[in-house]
């Protein structure tokens, strides 16, 4: 059991090794969005993606994936139906499952559904800090799907979430932190331009779920999926910023530049770049 930042650490190169190569099915219920981007993050880290996510297929698919990924961001009609079959599905049949509370709280129909989605017991819920909080019951939300709390405003309800749901709580913000409602763990890596991407934050929740099929600690390995995820947005900051004279560096070089971060990074860069606490 991983209780430690230096056991996090150890455990995220091992955990990485593993993922490329047993490349993990790993099931994504997206918003329509960022499905692509999604789906080439999972390639890049080494997994591979499956974006199943009508009706009937759902629930099969989730029965033999090695994870599952239930995004709310686009929750048309037909969708929330298939992403209640496969959470059911996954839960039968002790499959990992994450689920990414896009924009709940401020959007009804979302939160219907997210609170719905609770009872089949994730394995882990990865949001900002307004989606946590509001889930947690500790405030009403952002305004749209962007954060409107920082990542220490969101402690306390993750933690209280984490405790009152038995999964692991991931709150996404410039540090990462990660609780079991017992231990908590931070990551500070991480770009700026992850909040001009669209998908990055889906991506990162997809990520997760590729690590759980992996990982044998639910808490560990959802640490070792943020710290790969964070330092390879940090070097592909690094590299953007590095863009030849007259090429201006932004959004659109970084979203190219991560998912060549996720596909060469490894064990030395992470213990190079981590800053873990």
């Known amino acids: 059991m991983m209780r430690t930042p230096v056991l996090a650490l150890e455990r995220s190169g091992e955990l990485l090794d593993r993922l490329r190569v047993e490349r993990p099915l790993v099931q994504c219920l997206t918003n329509t969005v960022t499905t692509n981007f999604v789906a080439n993050v999972l390639l890049a880290t080494g997994a591979s993606p499956a974006m199943v996510d009508i009706p009937v297929e759902a629930s099969a698919m989730a029965r033999s994936a090695g994870a599952v990924l239930v995004n709310l961001g686009t929750p048309r009609a037909e969708q929330r139906d298939a992403m209640a079959e496969a959470a059911a599905a ?4 002790g499959t990992p499952w994450v689920l990414d ?3 709940v709280g401020a959007l009804p129909v979302r939160t219907t559904l997210a609170e719905r989605l609770l009872g089949l017991r994730p394995s882990v819920i990865r949001g900002n800090a307004s989606e946590i909080r509001a889930l947690a019951g500790h405030g009403a939300g952002a305004q749209g799907v962007d954060a409107q709390h920082g990542v220490d405003e969101a402690r306390e309800a993750a933690t209280a979430l984490a405790l009152t749901t038995g999964a692991v709580v991931a709150v996404s913000g410039p540090v990462d932190l990660i609780t079991d409602g017992s231990a908590c763990v931070r990551v500070a890596n991480g770009s700026p331009l992850f909040a001009a991407v669209t998908g990055a934050g ?6 997760v779920a590729a690590f759980l099929a992996v990982g044998d600690d639910v808490l560990t390995a959802t ?6 995820y964070a330092v390879a947005g940090e070097v592909a900051g690094d590299a953007a910023g590095q863009a030849p004279p007259g090429v201006a560096p932004g959004p659109g070089s970084f979203a190219v530049r991560l998912l060549d971060a996720l596909a060469a990074i490894d064990a030395a860069q992470l213990e190079a770049r981590a800053r873990v606490s």
């Open 90 to 93: 996954a839960y039968d049949a």
């Open 223 to 228: 640490t070792a999926a943020c710290l790969v």
């Open 101 to 103: 509370p896009v924009g």
């Open 202 to 207: 889906c991506a990162l929740g997809g990520v």
